[in-house]
């Protein structure tokens, strides 16, 4: 049986091609008896349109693209499940590019920029450089930072700093003054900002405490589990270790809980540890943690981008979404014994 057609639609309702374009393309200028004939007409017909010839019709590709480093790390897959979650529920299409290296990073950046491939481009966690910057804004493709900024770019952001100050005020507020910070590299090629920013916001919570910041207390790594444990056996085999941990990501403090339990302590009673994200597996662990909105971020940044596409003039801006401390069993006083059963 033949694919019905649009002038199948159109002979069926009794109206032009044109008039059933505009119905499929949500035009106001159909008058709602006709738009209703029409959309009957679909119905009885079970007409389903060609992708290819709407997206010809409405001079746009329907695709939203995503830039994303790292993609299989767990905060980054809440923010994609939000993302995906709102675009369902769109006329755009999701189209993912994974980074994983600087190379891929510009080939990315390059091959985006022109506004033929996407109506519209989220980047997450990776900062354009001026010239990439300059190159989207040529080719006007409405784009949005996720955990970046830049001052021509519209962004969206929680505030890291204010995280990290919430972790190590709450461990000062225990009576720790022995606190160790595990974290990626500060600087990397990436220009990934969330460890420094969080690094910054417990710097000031020790400051604004009197606590001396002892700069021996700061390990910094590549992102893993692994790595966090590596990072956190060199604490606390010093001479004087830390008394708390505030690690920068959930991963790295289940890293730091792996370290404990390979040296024979325990946490809450010889090792405080929180960490930062909360992500699914933290509930689990009982892990006291700073919770980011991961997944209504990837909402958020699909309805401003898509408000960013319909009105191109909109001046740049940033949104901050904000951060909660969140209590459970893995961070105690450091005079903390628990009592025998």
């Given at each position: ?73 767990p ?5 994609l ?13 999701l ?22 491939r ?30 970046a900024?830049h ?11 204010v ?19 595990v ?97 699914e ?49 893995t ?11």
């Amino acid at each position: 049986m033949p694919a019905v057609t649009i002038r199948d639609v159109a002979r069926h309702a009794g109206v032009g091609i044109g008039t059933v374009s505009r119905v499929l393309n949500s035009s106001p200028s159909v008058s709602e008896t006709t738009r209703q004939k029409v959309l009957v007409s679909i119905q009885e017909l079970d007409y389903r349109p060609s992708a290819i010839a709407r997206r010809l019709s409405l001079g746009k590709t329907l695709q939203i693209a995503v830039i994303v480093p790292f993609f299989t790390r767990p905060v980054f897959v809440e923010r994609l499940r939000g993302i995906e979650h709102t675009l369902a529920q769109s006329d755009y299409d999701l189209v993912l590019y994974n980074v994983e290296t600087i190379e891929r990073r510009d080939e990315c950046f390059r091959y985006i920029a022109r506004r033929e491939r996407v109506d519209g481009l989220l980047i997450i966690s990776l900062l354009p450089r001026d010239r990439d910057v300059e190159r989207l804004l040529r080719a006007q493709v409405p784009t949005l930072l996720i955990d970046a900024r830049h001052p021509s770019l519209h962004s969206l952001n929680i505030d890291d700093v204010v995280g990290g100050r919430q972790a190590t005020e709450h461990l000062i507020e225990l009576g720790h003054r022995k606190i160790g910070y595990v974290s990626d590299y500060l600087e990397d090629p990436f220009g990934f900002v969330s460890s420094r920013d969080r690094f910054l916001g417990y710097y000031q919570a020790l400051e604004a405490a009197d606590v001396p910041f002892r700069p021996q207390y700061h390990k910094q790594g590549e992102h893993s589990q692994l790595e966090a444990r590596k990072l956190a056996l060199e604490l606390l085999s010093m001479p004087d270790p830390p008394t708390a941990i505030f690690a920068a990501s959930d991963t790295q403090a289940i890293g730091v809980l792996a370290a404990v339990r390979e040296l024979g302590q325990r946490v809450p009673e010889d090792l405080s540890v929180i960490g930062y994200d909360d992500i699914e597996i933290a509930e689990y662990l009982h892990l006291t943690t700073v919770r980011q909105p991961s997944f209504s971020i990837g909402i958020e940044a699909v309805e401003m981008l898509i408000e960013i596409i319909n009105q191109p003039d909109l001046p740049v801006r940033e949104k901050i979404l904000p951060t909660k401390l969140v209590i459970r069993a893995t961070a105690a006083s450091p005079a903390f014994k628990k009592q025998p059963a």
